[in-house]
């Protein structure tokens, strides 16, 4: 079983920046992969940007160039640096993590983001 706990969401204006981080209940070095997806209730769940065990990075069109990706194995934390924010942003933002290819993987609860424009 891997836990993850999402922190770093809020409120912010059009133009602005936030981080928001996950940790794992588990060792990420053994994770296959973990990422970032986010959701509306218009929406349905879209990946924004996963990062592999080779350090392999995928975003998705729309957050190329001001969204990244990172992770920190010594703190079990991987983080989602989000610049340039834009309002269509909003959304809530949740992690997940897999241990093997093909597996639906482990949640985090979310995290709101809104960006005002």
């Known amino acids: 079983q891997v836990q993850l706990v999402e922190s770093g969401g809020g409120l912010v204006q059009a133009g602005g920046s936030l981080r928001l981080s996950c940790v794992a209940s588990v060792d990420i070095a053994g994770l296959e992969d973990m990422g970032w997806y986010r959701e509306t209730r218009f929406r349905p769940r879209e990946m924004v940007a996963t990062?592999?065990?080779?350090?392999?990075?995928l975003y998705a069109n729309s957050v190329k160039g001001r969204f990244t990706i990172s992770r920190d194995n010594a703190k079990n934390t991987w983080y989602l640096q989000m610049v340039n924010l834009k309002p269509e942003d909003t959304a809530v933002y949740s992690c997940r993590a897999r241990r093997v290819p093909g597996e639906g993987g482990y949640w985090g609860q979310g995290t709101q983001v809104t960006v005002s424009s």
């Open positions: 990062l592999t065990a080779s350090g392999a990075t």
